[in-house]
């Protein structure tokens, strides 16, 4: 009975034994195996504790699955699990930035319900792991409201949804501050299409452009009155002071008068002044250019006379003292006007026996009622055969007022 009891106490001995070693070999083992796993959660993060590059979700599964078979540490494993679980969101939520902004650069088709999914998946991260997103989140919420603005912008150009109807009013200025916004954008393929269409609105803006200068030139050239006077030359019929006679006898053929009359014999046939009073009669020499120093002229009264004398046309005025805006009228009812200037228009000079030393009478056959342009006909043919003047009203009207306001009507 002894020895039965010794070795049922012995076996005892064993069997403990044996089980406590198995039970530390066991223990050992978890051990181990936790610290491999705790390890393996560590490898995710470089030395400055920041999620790895590569990290990727097969790498997270398998974490997890290895965390599940943990059976000691209970607060570790949950704990560890809660770790895991947060790099899981991180991970997830870093994944559909770089889906929809890639390179820093947001997909321009995204819509703001993926921008704010990603924004409330965002604020359901750890505190530790927001840090990583603060900044994309901002540019990308920037990106869109840019992109958004720029698109809103350019399709309130247009009054169709397929932006081919160019509303009215929209200017080139309008277009190219859109192109300087889409400029600064970084979506190259949106940036070439928004381009495309502010190109098409602009050409629309360049054919109504067109179009209104045509108008305008149409509106331009309907607004000229010009008289077609039948032009004779002083300088070529060699009276070369008969700029009075040559512009007289243009307004009378023109009105249906003299029509046979030659300058030659209309420049004998005006009236001379024996004292040199341009009053009376054409003072000096209508012929030749002697004397140099002093004008060779006759005053508006004595040529309106001469005017009704020699042609019997009793509706011949002195319109001295009249504005200039006077006698355009007259131009629209079709009458032209003798009018007393100086030679290239330039200024007034050395006033001799009532004129100008570089005085000269041209004949006013036109003007624009909308350029306020003027037509006169120079009786003095220029050296390269031109026989009209196009000046501004306010270039004539000075020249004209300075040398007192003298003008002939021929009606």
Known sequence: MKKISYVVVLISIILITTGCYLSYKNYQKEEIYFASVKKQYYMLFNKQNDPIKELSEIQIITLEKKVKKIKRHEKEKEKLSNNINELRDYLLLKQEINKIYSNKILNPNIEITTISEIEQNYNKLSKKYKKYFETDLIEIKDQKNNLDSIEQEI???????????????????????????????????????????????????????????????????????????????????????????????????????????????????????????????????????????????????????????????????????????????????????????????????????????????????????????????????????????????????SIYNAVGKKAVIIR
């Open 155 to 397: 399709t309130l150009l247009f009054n169709d949804i397929g932006k081919k109807d160019l509303k009215e009013g929209i200017t080139r200025e309008q277009i190219e501050n859109s192109k300087k916004k889409l400029s600064l954008l970084k979506q190259e393929e949106f940036i070439q299409n928004k381009n495309n269409e502010l190109d098409y609105a602009l050409g629309i803006i360049r054919n109504r452009e067109e179009e209104i200068i045509r108008k305008k030139e149409e509106e331009i050239k309907n607004a000229w009155v010009n008289l077609n006077v039948p032009y004779i030359s002083q300088n070529h019929n060699n009276i070369l002071n008969g700029c009075e006679a040559a512009s007289l006898l243009m307004g009378l053929q023109y009105k249906g008068y003299l029509k046979n009359m030659t300058l030659y014999q209309y420049a004998i046939d005006m009236p001379k002044s024996a004292t040199n009073n341009a009053y009376e009669g054409f003072t000096h020499d209508i012929f030749g250019l002697e004397p140099r120093n002093i004008p060779h002229w006759i005053a508006p009264s004595a040529l309106a006379d001469f005017g009704r004398v020699s042609s019997g046309n009793q509706n011949i005025q002195d319109a001295t003292g009249y504005t200039l805006d006077q006698l355009n009228k007259e131009i629209s009812n079709n009458n032209p006007v003798v009018i007393y200037a100086t030679g290239s228009f330039k200024t007034p000079k050395e006033w001799i026996e009532g004129a100008p030393k570089n005085i000269h009478v041209l004949l006013l056959t036109g003007y624009n009622k909308i350029t306020k342009e003027q037509i006169i006909t120079d009786p003095w043919t220029k050296s390269n055969g031109e026989t009209k003047w196009y000046l501004s009203k306010n270039k004539l009207e």
